[in-house]
């Protein structure tokens, strides 16, 4: 892995800004480990570890932006935390944690499969328009958890003061996985997984899952080359196990194909990268095939058969993205919002948001916001 961080900062007097349900969720957490089974592991989570949202800010500019003007020198999480991401799209996050404020942070996520491996605490997220709650299965059962996407997609996670959450998160971004597949059944195998958009899977862990998350938890603060080479061997591990689960899931469950097929290939993967740089340009398709070197024709045919739709109505959703990601993220109006995603009137925005959406915008507003 060719990138790690570990975000931790000592603090003396953390006691007197928590409230009582605080004290009693750090006096739980501290006698809490990374292991089901106690006896094998008798590491406890430094709580007293402050983590700050400008650290979280730096940390998070792949995919995270906050709703919420907060000061960058408040203190957003306390325990133990663990970021790691390679250049290539495969992210690690790993804590044994108490949230510290009520607050919202969006990402607007890649083509990806994030799994969760949950020990204690809940998180609450939603997807699109859906709204998600991991921690259900009732103590001392460790939670498997998976979602898919197949396009570009709006997550919202909302943290609650005092909530003590102990988890690993491995997202893994589609290009990753089909960097490393080398047959064609493997490259099929990739294309089946994401034959639906926002599809969401839940399960309990395996024992093998539980151990090494756990010994993954473990180790996540050790540094040594060997302690890093063995960290990525468990990744790599965890997610092999996860995705024989998801296949039998997703052969039971069969959830529904997109309505849009997905790309395939990095190659046209980056297709779709150009049109988006050249998006708030008001560029012409014309313009926009002759910046990429293309005819038009060529252009329509190629992005046609990738993503099955044309130039122009994949423009059109993207800047609805936009918009969206304008109402939830910079707090914009309607009316803001409708000229971001290029219209005149905030009527036809509203009709076409939710034909996208499933939601207007003030009802994808207060689904979403607390």
Same mark, same amino acid.
């Given at each position: 892995?060719?990138?790690?961080?570990?975000?931790?900062?000592?603090?003396?007097?953390?006691?007197?800004?928590?409230?009582? %349900?605080?004290?009693? +969720?750090?006096?739980?957490?501290?006698?809490?480990?990374?292991?089901?089974?106690?006896?094998?592991?008798?590491?406890?989570?430094?709580? $007293?570890?402050?983590?700050?949202?400008?650290?979280?800010?730096?940390?998070?500019?792949? !995919?995270?932006?906050?709703?919420?003007?907060? +000061?960058? =020198?408040?203190?957003?999480?306390?325990?133990?935390?663990?970021?790691?991401? =390679?250049?290539?799209?495969?992210?690690?996050?790993? #804590?044994?944690?108490?949230?510290?404020?009520?607050?919202?942070?969006?990402?607007?996520?890649?083509?990806?499969?994030?799994?969760?491996?949950? *020990? %204690?605490?809940k998180v609450s997220f939603s997807l699109g328009s859906q709204?998600?709650?991991? @921690?259900?299965?009732?103590?001392?059962?460790?939670?498997?958890?998976?979602?898919?996407? /197949?396009?570009?997609?709006?997550?919202?996670?909302?943290?609650?003061? @005092?909530?003590?959450?102990? &988890?690993? /998160?491995?997202?893994?971004?589609?290009?990753?996985?089909?960097?490393?597949?080398?047959?064609?059944?493997?490259?099929?195998?990739?294309?089946?997984?994401?034959?639906?958009?926002?599809?969401?899977?839940?399960?309990?862990?395996?024992?093998?899952?539980?151990?090494?998350?756990? =010994?993954?938890?473990?180790?996540?603060?050790?540094?040594?080359?060997? $302690?890093?080479?063995?960290?990525?061997?468990?990744?790599?591990?965890?997610?092999?196990?996860?995705?024989?689960?998801?296949?039998?899931?997703?052969?039971?469950?069969?959830?529904?194909?997109? $309505?849009?097929?997905?790309?395939?290939?990095?190659?046209?993967?980056?297709?779709?990268?150009?049109?988006? %740089?050249?998006?708030?340009?008001?560029?012409?398709?014309?313009?926009?095939?002759?910046?990429? @070197?293309?005819?038009?024709?060529?252009?329509?045919?190629?992005?046609?058969?990738?993503?099955?739709?044309?130039?122009?109505? !994949?423009?059109?959703?993207?800047?609805? =993205?936009?918009?969206? &990601? +304008?109402?939830?993220? %910079?707090?914009?109006?309607?009316?803001? +919002?409708?000229?971001?995603? #290029?219209?005149?009137?905030?009527?036809?925005?509203?009709?076409?948001?939710?034909?996208? *959406?499933?939601?207007?915008?003030?009802?994808?507003?207060?689904?979403?916001?607390?």
């Amino acid at each position: 892995m060719s990138k790690r961080h570990s975000v931790m900062k000592n603090h003396q007097s953390v006691e007197s800004v928590l409230s009582n %349900d605080e004290k009693t +969720a750090l006096t739980v957490a501290e006698q809490n480990d990374y292991s089901p089974n106690k006896q094998n592991n008798q590491v406890t989570a430094r709580l $007293d570890n402050m983590i700050y949202l400008s650290e979280l800010n730096r940390m998070n500019v792949r !995919y995270v932006s906050f709703s919420e003007d907060k +000061a960058q =020198d408040e203190v957003v999480l306390k325990g133990l935390f663990h970021h790691h991401f =390679d250049r290539h799209g495969l992210s690690v996050h790993a #804590g044994n944690l108490i949230e510290m404020a009520d607050r919202t942070s969006f990402a607007e996520l890649p083509p990806a499969i994030s799994m969760t491996i949950l *020990f %204690d605490g809940k998180v609450s997220f939603s997807l699109g328009s859906q709204r998600y709650q991991l @921690g259900c299965l009732g103590e001392g059962r460790v939670e498997c958890s998976a979602f898919i996407i /197949n396009q570009p997609e709006m997550l919202s996670r909302r943290f609650e003061r @005092g909530m003590h959450v102990n &988890k690993l /998160n491995i997202f893994i971004e589609r290009q990753w996985l089909e960097e490393r597949a080398t047959t064609p059944d493997e490259k099929q195998h990739i294309q089946q997984l994401f034959q639906a958009h926002a599809a969401f899977y839940h399960w309990q862990a395996s024992d093998v899952v539980a151990k090494l998350a756990s =010994d993954y938890l473990f180790k996540a603060q050790q540094t040594t080359i060997q $302690d890093e080479l063995l960290k990525e061997a468990i990744i790599f591990q965890l997610i092999a196990e996860n995705l024989k689960v998801l296949t039998s899931l997703q052969r039971t469950e069969m959830p529904q194909k997109t $309505d849009q097929p997905c790309a395939t290939s990095l190659q046209e993967n980056q297709l779709r990268h150009q049109i988006d %740089d050249m998006l708030m340009q008001s560029m012409t398709v014309a313009e926009m095939a002759s910046a990429i @070197g293309l005819s038009v024709s060529t252009l329509q045919r190629k992005f046609k058969t990738t993503y099955g739709m044309t130039v122009n109505n !994949y423009c059109r959703q993207r800047r609805l =993205d936009m918009a969206k &990601k +304008a109402l939830l993220v %910079d707090k914009k109006s309607i009316g803001e +919002a409708a000229f971001i995603a #290029g219209y005149a009137h905030p009527s036809n925005f509203i009709t076409a948001f939710k034909k996208r *959406f499933k939601l207007t915008p003030s009802e994808l507003v207060a689904t979403i916001l607390p």
